[in-house]
């Protein structure tokens, strides 16, 4: 089917909850796509994060397409292979405890929150009873957890906020970077404190480090929980595995999707020592988390931050860093790109006055697919993207941003 006939079918049968590209994606391979006439793109978006080692890598291939023809599900009150082989990865390479899998970051984010209330009422609640009041969780202003009626909540932006009211208790919000609005925010009801390290929704904005110590601080004081929501700065994105591991940190709660199933629906709530416990049997569950099919793709994407030893591969990370840098440097010698923010492949383009969507719609028409985040250019490129694609694709970038 050619590109025109796909977009009337899907425009015609599908809700129309997404501002589409005029592009139909129809194979890819690698750090390119092309559409079902043949047209190629460069792929600066990875699916928001989720392809990290892009298109079709062989090996994940392989490795879903074996996992299909053996058990393609089997429900979570059974043990399967890859389940098992993709938590005991998540734990090595995280230092972390223990993992319940889930399907996407707000399932995950979801976990996390009602693991934190538990872990609250358990320890200050049960006298207290139907008044236990200490279930609130502090989150940020620009943040972004997911698009459930509860993540949707604790997601610090009012854009987001419009129409779906009634929305549940128990968030607050603080200042980003800003020390005094969060101890202002914190009370004797806060239960935990939930960020994104980089805020990608947000426009790509990284925590202060000053800022991070306070939280930390703060969290150790009052005994709160640390949240970390690694949705979409996780696995390697940043060029730690972790985003946290830039600041030296070490959350009690965890959350990952997008870029760890390497392009299947993953999402997962790694759990520290402190919180281990939280969610017992029965607290909370998943159908589909933990599929074989999936845990498969997982197992191959962890595979590659670890070494043949299996300890965690430095150079993986490390060449993801630098490609980070190499990005920055070209970025900041194009006419019109005002500044780069992000850390690692997780970047934004801060391009002034000019329209951000627009350049994105000019890149696309030149065969770049590209991201904005609120005003600014956002890239998220599969983690091994060689640099001939970077290159080329920076080129296209610039070409637009002069166009427009």
């Given at each position: 089917?050619?590109?025109?006939?796909?977009?009337?079918?899907?425009?015609?049968?599908?809700?129309?909850?997404?501002?589409?590209?005029?592009?139909?994606?129809?194979?890819?391979?690698?750090?390119?796509?092309?559409?079902?006439?043949?047209?190629?793109?460069?792929?600066?978006?990875?699916?928001?994060?989720?392809?990290?080692?892009?298109?079709?890598?062989?090996?994940?291939?392989?490795?879903?397409?074996?996992?299909?023809?053996?058990?393609?599900?089997?429900?979570?009150?059974?043990?399967?292979?890859?389940?098992?082989?993709?938590?005991?990865?998540?734990?090595?390479?995280?230092?972390?405890?223990?993992?319940?899998?889930?399907?996407?970051?707000?399932?995950?984010?979801?976990?996390?929150?009602?693991?934190a209330r538990k872990?609250?009422?358990?320890?200050?609640?049960?006298?207290?009873?139907?008044?236990?009041?200490?279930?609130?969780?502090?989150?940020?202003?620009?943040?972004?957890?997911?698009?459930?009626?509860?993540?949707?909540?604790?997601?610090?932006?009012?854009?987001?906020?419009?129409?779906?009211?009634?929305?549940?208790?128990?968030?607050?919000?603080?200042?980003?970077?800003?020390?005094?609005?969060?101890?202002?925010?914190?009370?004797?009801?806060?239960?935990?404190?939930?960020?994104?390290?980089?805020?990608?929704?947000?426009?790509?904005?990284?925590?202060?480090?000053?800022?991070?110590?306070?939280?930390?601080?703060?969290?150790?004081?009052?005994?709160?929980?640390?949240?970390?929501?690694?949705?979409?700065?996780?696995?390697?994105?940043?060029?730690?595995?972790?985003?946290?591991?830039?600041?030296?940190?070490?959350?009690?709660?965890?959350?990952?999707?997008?870029?760890?199933?390497?392009?299947?629906?993953?999402?997962?709530?790694?759990?520290?020592?402190?919180?281990?416990?939280?969610?017992?049997?029965?607290?909370?569950?998943?159908?589909y988390g933990g599929?074989?099919?999936?845990?498969?793709?997982?197992?191959?994407?962890?595979?590659?931050?670890?070494?043949?030893?299996?300890?965690?591969?430095?150079?993986?990370?490390?060449?993801?860093?630098?490609?980070?840098?190499?990005?920055?440097?070209?970025?900041?010698?194009?006419?019109?790109?005002?500044?780069?923010?992000?850390?690692?492949?997780?970047l934004g383009v801060?391009?002034?006055?000019?329209?951000?969507?627009?350049?994105?719609?000019?890149?696309?028409?030149?065969?770049?697919?590209?991201?904005?985040?609120?005003?600014?250019?956002?890239?998220?490129?599969?983690?091994?993207?060689?640099?001939?694609?970077?290159?080329?694709?920076?080129?296209?970038?610039?070409?637009?941003?002069?166009?427009?």
């Amino acid at each position: 089917m050619g590109s025109e006939a796909i977009k009337k079918l899907e425009d015609l049968y599908t809700a129309n909850t997404y501002a589409r590209y005029d592009v139909v994606l129809a194979e890819g391979s690698g750090s390119r796509a092309k559409d079902p006439e043949g047209r190629e793109y460069i792929d600066f978006t990875s699916g928001i994060g989720v392809n990290s080692l892009g298109f079709c890598d062989p090996g994940w291939v392989a490795a879903v397409q074996a996992q299909a023809g053996i058990l393609q599900h089997a429900s979570n009150l059974f043990y399967s292979d890859p389940c098992a082989r993709a938590a005991e990865k998540l734990v090595m390479l995280t230092g972390m405890s223990s993992v319940f899998f889930a399907n996407s970051g707000a399932e995950a984010n979801e976990g996390a929150i009602k693991a934190a209330r538990k872990h609250s009422f358990m320890k200050y609640g049960q006298e207290a009873g139907d008044g236990f009041d200490r279930y609130r969780i502090v989150t940020l202003a620009g943040s972004f957890h997911g698009r459930t009626i509860a993540t949707i909540t604790a997601t610090g932006q009012s854009g987001f906020h419009k129409y779906f009211t009634p929305f549940l208790q128990g968030f607050d919000y603080a200042e980003t970077n800003d020390a005094a609005s969060l101890k202002a925010t914190v009370t004797d009801k806060t239960c935990a404190i939930m960020i994104e390290f980089v805020q990608g929704e947000g426009g790509v904005i990284e925590l202060d480090a000053g800022f991070v110590g306070e939280i930390v601080g703060l969290c150790k004081e009052r005994d709160i929980l640390l949240i970390a929501d690694e949705v979409q700065t996780g696995i390697g994105r940043t060029g730690k595995f972790m985003a946290y591991d830039h600041f030296g940190v070490r959350p009690d709660i965890v959350t990952v999707a997008k870029g760890m199933g390497g392009g299947l629906p993953a999402g997962g709530v790694i759990f520290g020592e402190k919180t281990k416990d939280a969610l017992g049997q029965g607290d909370h569950g998943s159908t589909y988390g933990g599929n074989p099919v999936v845990c498969a793709g997982v197992d191959y994407v962890l595979s590659k931050f670890l070494d043949g030893n299996g300890e965690p591969d430095r150079g993986f990370l490390g060449n993801i860093s630098k490609k980070g840098k190499y990005f920055r440097e070209k970025l900041l010698a194009i006419p019109g790109v005002k500044g780069v923010s992000g850390l690692g492949l997780m970047l934004g383009v801060d391009i002034g006055d000019i329209d951000a969507k627009a350049v994105c719609k000019e890149a696309a028409s030149r065969g770049l697919l590209l991201l904005t985040a609120k005003s600014k250019i956002r890239l998220l490129p599969p983690l091994n993207i060689e640099h001939p694609d970077i290159d080329e694709g920076l080129e296209i970038l610039a070409e637009s941003i002069a166009a427009v």
